[in-house]
Protein backbone atom coordinates (compact mmCIF):
# COMPACT_ATOMS: atom_id res chain seq x y z
CA UNK A 1 0.00 0.00 0.00
CA UNK A 2 2.96 2.34 1.04
CA UNK A 3 4.44 2.08 -2.65
CA UNK A 4 1.84 4.03 -4.09
CA UNK A 5 2.97 7.02 -2.64
CA UNK A 6 6.25 6.62 -4.55
CA UNK A 7 7.03 6.93 -8.03
CA UNK A 8 10.29 6.60 -10.37
CA UNK A 9 11.59 9.80 -12.34
CA UNK A 10 14.55 9.24 -14.66
CA UNK A 11 16.20 7.06 -11.73
CA UNK A 12 15.32 9.66 -8.54
CA UNK A 13 12.57 8.18 -6.11
CA UNK A 14 9.75 10.74 -5.32
CA UNK A 15 7.34 10.74 -2.61
CA UNK A 16 3.80 11.92 -3.28
CA UNK A 17 2.29 14.90 -0.58
CA UNK A 18 -1.16 14.96 0.59
CA UNK A 19 -1.57 18.35 -2.55
CA UNK A 20 -0.17 15.73 -4.50
CA UNK A 21 3.22 17.56 -4.68
CA UNK A 22 6.37 15.41 -5.50
CA UNK A 23 8.73 15.29 -2.81
CA UNK A 24 12.05 13.85 -3.55
CA UNK A 25 13.37 11.32 -1.88
CA UNK A 26 16.87 11.39 -0.40
CA UNK A 27 19.69 10.26 1.80
CA UNK A 28 21.05 10.89 5.56
CA UNK A 29 24.06 12.91 4.09
CA UNK A 30 22.13 15.34 1.50
CA UNK A 31 19.73 15.56 4.16
CA UNK A 32 22.65 16.79 6.80
CA UNK A 33 23.33 19.65 4.70
CA UNK A 34 19.51 20.56 3.88
CA UNK A 35 18.71 20.80 7.83
CA UNK A 36 22.13 22.97 7.82
CA UNK A 37 20.92 25.39 4.81
CA UNK A 38 17.38 25.77 6.33
CA UNK A 39 18.11 25.91 9.38
CA UNK A 40 21.25 28.28 9.75
CA UNK A 41 22.32 29.29 6.35
CA UNK A 42 22.02 32.40 4.25
CA UNK A 43 18.15 32.45 4.62
CA UNK A 44 18.09 30.51 8.08
CA UNK A 45 16.89 32.21 11.24
CA UNK A 46 16.80 29.47 13.60
CA UNK A 47 13.24 28.70 13.31
CA UNK A 48 11.29 26.08 15.58
CA UNK A 49 11.57 22.20 14.17
CA UNK A 50 8.10 22.26 13.32
CA UNK A 51 8.60 25.21 10.70
CA UNK A 52 12.13 23.91 9.71
CA UNK A 53 10.39 20.51 8.85
CA UNK A 54 7.70 22.54 6.69
CA UNK A 55 10.33 24.54 5.21
CA UNK A 56 11.89 21.36 4.07
CA UNK A 57 9.04 19.89 2.69
CA UNK A 58 7.91 23.18 0.93
CA UNK A 59 11.30 23.20 -0.54
CA UNK A 60 10.56 19.53 -1.96
CA UNK A 61 12.44 17.02 -0.07
CA UNK A 62 11.75 14.03 1.75
CA UNK A 63 12.92 11.40 4.13
CA UNK A 64 11.27 9.13 6.37
CA UNK A 65 13.01 10.57 9.69
CA UNK A 66 12.28 14.12 9.22
CA UNK A 67 10.50 15.12 12.27
CA UNK A 68 12.99 13.34 14.80
CA UNK A 69 16.13 14.99 12.58
CA UNK A 70 14.74 18.29 12.78
CA UNK A 71 14.62 17.95 16.68
CA UNK A 72 18.28 16.43 16.70
CA UNK A 73 19.58 19.28 15.02
CA UNK A 74 18.32 22.17 16.70
CA UNK A 75 18.86 20.46 19.98
CA UNK A 76 22.13 20.38 18.57
CA UNK A 77 23.09 24.02 17.82
CA UNK A 78 25.88 25.80 19.62
CA UNK A 79 24.79 29.32 18.88
CA UNK A 80 20.54 28.39 20.01
CA UNK A 81 22.77 27.13 23.14
CA UNK A 82 24.56 30.07 24.01
CA UNK A 83 21.85 33.23 23.12
CA UNK A 84 18.55 31.39 23.49
CA UNK A 85 16.04 31.89 26.24
CA UNK A 86 16.84 29.82 29.21
CA UNK A 87 14.69 27.47 30.17
CA UNK A 88 13.60 27.71 33.82
CA UNK A 89 13.17 24.16 35.23
CA UNK A 90 13.40 23.52 38.82
CA UNK A 91 16.50 23.48 40.36
CA UNK A 92 17.64 20.23 42.44
CA UNK A 93 20.63 19.67 44.72
CA UNK A 94 22.83 18.20 43.38
CA UNK A 95 24.03 14.55 44.96
CA UNK A 96 28.24 13.69 44.28
CA UNK A 97 29.44 10.34 44.41
CA UNK A 98 32.10 10.42 46.99
CA UNK A 99 34.61 7.25 46.70
CA UNK A 100 36.48 7.33 50.53
CA UNK A 101 39.70 6.37 48.90
CA UNK A 102 41.81 6.41 45.60
CA UNK A 103 41.66 3.65 42.92
CA UNK A 104 38.50 3.05 43.75
CA UNK A 105 35.79 3.72 41.59
CA UNK A 106 35.40 4.76 37.92
CA UNK A 107 32.64 6.10 35.64
CA UNK A 108 32.31 5.52 32.17
CA UNK A 109 30.10 7.13 29.40
CA UNK A 110 30.34 7.65 25.60
CA UNK A 111 29.70 10.54 23.47
CA UNK A 112 27.93 9.98 20.28
CA UNK A 113 27.65 9.76 17.35
CA UNK A 114 28.67 12.35 16.26
CA UNK A 115 27.71 14.41 13.16
CA UNK A 116 29.92 14.72 10.84
CA UNK A 117 32.62 12.28 11.87
CA UNK A 118 36.61 13.98 12.65
CA UNK A 119 38.72 14.32 9.60
CA UNK A 120 39.98 10.33 10.88
CA UNK A 121 36.82 9.19 11.14
CA UNK A 122 36.25 9.36 14.74
CA UNK A 123 32.68 9.45 15.31
CA UNK A 124 32.11 8.45 19.26
CA UNK A 125 34.22 9.69 22.32
CA UNK A 126 34.90 7.32 25.39
CA UNK A 127 34.46 9.26 29.07
CA UNK A 128 36.21 8.07 31.88
CA UNK A 129 35.88 10.21 35.53
CA UNK A 130 37.79 8.71 38.36
CA UNK A 131 35.31 9.51 41.35
CA UNK A 132 37.97 10.20 44.31
CA UNK A 133 39.71 13.36 42.40
CA UNK A 134 37.37 13.64 39.53
CA UNK A 135 40.05 13.04 36.89
CA UNK A 136 38.95 12.80 33.25
CA UNK A 137 40.27 10.78 30.54
CA UNK A 138 38.73 10.13 27.10
CA UNK A 139 39.40 8.58 23.93
CA UNK A 140 37.73 9.02 20.45
CA UNK A 141 36.47 6.10 18.85
CA UNK A 142 35.63 5.06 15.09
CA UNK A 143 33.03 2.88 16.36
CA UNK A 144 32.23 1.72 19.76
CA UNK A 145 32.31 -1.83 20.46
CA UNK A 146 33.23 -3.54 24.07
CA UNK A 147 36.65 -4.49 22.56
CA UNK A 148 37.26 -0.82 22.38
CA UNK A 149 35.72 -0.38 25.64
CA UNK A 150 38.01 -3.05 27.24
CA UNK A 151 41.35 -1.58 25.45
CA UNK A 152 40.36 2.00 26.62
CA UNK A 153 39.90 0.26 30.62
CA UNK A 154 42.72 -1.75 30.11
CA UNK A 155 45.33 0.82 28.72
CA UNK A 156 43.93 4.47 29.85
CA UNK A 157 42.88 3.38 33.47
CA UNK A 158 44.81 -0.58 34.60
CA UNK A 159 47.95 0.36 33.02
CA UNK A 160 48.37 3.89 34.56
CA UNK A 161 45.98 3.97 37.78
CA UNK A 162 45.47 0.28 39.12
CA UNK A 163 43.13 -1.94 38.69
CA UNK A 164 39.80 0.13 40.17
CA UNK A 165 37.18 -1.88 42.23
CA UNK A 166 34.33 -0.88 40.39
CA UNK A 167 33.19 0.43 36.91
CA UNK A 168 29.64 2.47 36.93
CA UNK A 169 28.23 2.97 33.38
CA UNK A 170 24.20 2.67 31.38
CA UNK A 171 23.49 -0.13 30.36
CA UNK A 172 24.16 0.18 26.64
CA UNK A 173 25.44 -2.84 25.03
CA UNK A 174 29.14 -1.98 24.58
CA UNK A 175 29.19 -1.56 28.33
CA UNK A 176 26.78 -4.92 29.38
CA UNK A 177 28.05 -7.16 26.96
CA UNK A 178 29.65 -10.46 27.34
CA UNK A 179 32.98 -9.77 26.68
CA UNK A 180 32.77 -6.88 29.24
CA UNK A 181 31.61 -8.87 31.96
CA UNK A 182 34.15 -11.52 31.31
CA UNK A 183 36.91 -9.09 31.09
CA UNK A 184 35.63 -7.68 34.46
CA UNK A 185 35.52 -10.82 36.53
CA UNK A 186 38.80 -12.04 34.95
CA UNK A 187 40.17 -8.40 36.75
CA UNK A 188 38.24 -8.84 40.00
CA UNK A 189 36.02 -5.41 38.94
CA UNK A 190 32.74 -4.98 39.71
CA UNK A 191 30.33 -3.97 37.30
CA UNK A 192 27.52 -1.24 38.31
CA UNK A 193 25.13 0.65 36.60
CA UNK A 194 23.79 4.22 36.56
CA UNK A 195 19.82 4.22 36.89
CA UNK A 196 17.98 4.85 33.58
CA UNK A 197 17.34 8.82 32.47
CA UNK A 198 19.48 9.10 35.25
CA UNK A 199 23.58 8.79 34.49
Known amino acids: MRAFNYVLVEEDLYRKDLDSLLLRCIGFPEALEIMKQVYEGVCGTHQSRVKM ?25 QPCQKHGNIQRIRSDELHNVVKPWPFRGWAMDLIGKIYPASSKDHSFILVATYFFTKWVETMPLKKAEQGDVIKFVKENIIHRFGIPESL ?26 SSPRYP
Do not use: H, V
Open 168 to 193: TTYQGTMFAGSDIKEFAEDYGIKLRN
Open 53 to 77: RWLIRRYGYYWPSIPKDCIKYSKGC
